[in-house]
């Protein structure tokens, strides 16, 4: 069963559910939020990492500058001068067109290096796989789908914030999504968008509320919005520090258990 930990923005505590619930699950963990992954600061272990490739374009010497590359290419990553042709691989997609209509041939795919896949080993055991991006490289995704080839069947998956391709690539590997929110008026309304993309995903899911007994009534209107809350982590100054540190929720181990119970039920 793969467990996908989401929200509809970020700071709501996604990293603090997702390792926790790994942890006291027994479910290895991936971190797929491959931009800024944080999940690791929570592992002292062993690292092996692995590059992550995806192929562009590169020009060859037979180019005779017709431009049908530029024409074809969506995304503006081709440009034909007068004496050459400009291939800019950071925005290609890597679709392949340019290749395939090149009526002379003149184009080849290469290999360029977007970021690494790391397995972080304690005690010999692969306990967290998280994804790193090459600074400057736009799009997450390609790393988070190499990270999906070789997940494992049981899993956490702590998933990029918000509810861009990044998100949405990530629970699509999920059996069963928690969206984690903290209760003030921002996190709800966007809570609400996030319930909506899974519900269109056609993935069951549930609410765990961070930082719980702000003075803001989240699990009143989540019950009014039809969302089911499944755990609650109460708003304490030693857990924000005990975060910081790198430390797990020991003395929350059961709540977590029981949420990981209240998912295998459902799913």
Known sequence: ?????????????????????????????????????????????????????????????????????????????VVVLKDRVIVFPEICHSCGAC???????????????????????????NLLTYGELEIGEVSPVPVIKAMKKEMEK??????????SCPMVESVKAADFVILVAEP???????????????????????????????????????????LTVMGKIPFRKEFAEKYSRGMLFEELREEFESIHDAVRELV
Request: with cysteine; aromatic share 8%; glycine share 8%.
């Open 99 to 125: 290749i395939y209509l090149c009526p002379e041939k003149a184009m080849k795919e290469v290999d360029r290096k977007i970021g690494r896949i790391v397995d972080v080993f304690v005690d010999n055991k």
């Open 1 to 77: 069963m793969k467990i996908a930990v989401a929200s509809g923005k970020g700071g709501t505590g996604k990293t603090t559910v997702a390792v926790n619930l790994s942890a006291f699950s027994g479910l290895k963990l991936y971190d797929f939020d491959v931009e800024e992954p944080n999940a690791r600061i929570f592992f002292s272990g062993e690292e092996r990492d692995r590059p992550v490739y995806r192929p562009v374009p590169e020009v060859g010497e037979n180019c005779n500058l017709c431009g049908v590359c530029k024409d074809v290419c969506q995304y503006n990553a």
């Open 184 to 226: 003030t008026h921002f996190s709800f309304h966007d809570l609400k968008i996030a319930a909506d993309v899974v519900r269109s995903l056609e993935k069951p899911f549930g609410v765990v509320i961070n930082k719980y007994g702000l003075p803001f009534e989240l699990e009143q209107r989540c019950e009014k919005e039809g």
């Open 154 to 163: 049981d899993a956490v998956i702590d998933c990029p914030p918000g509810v």
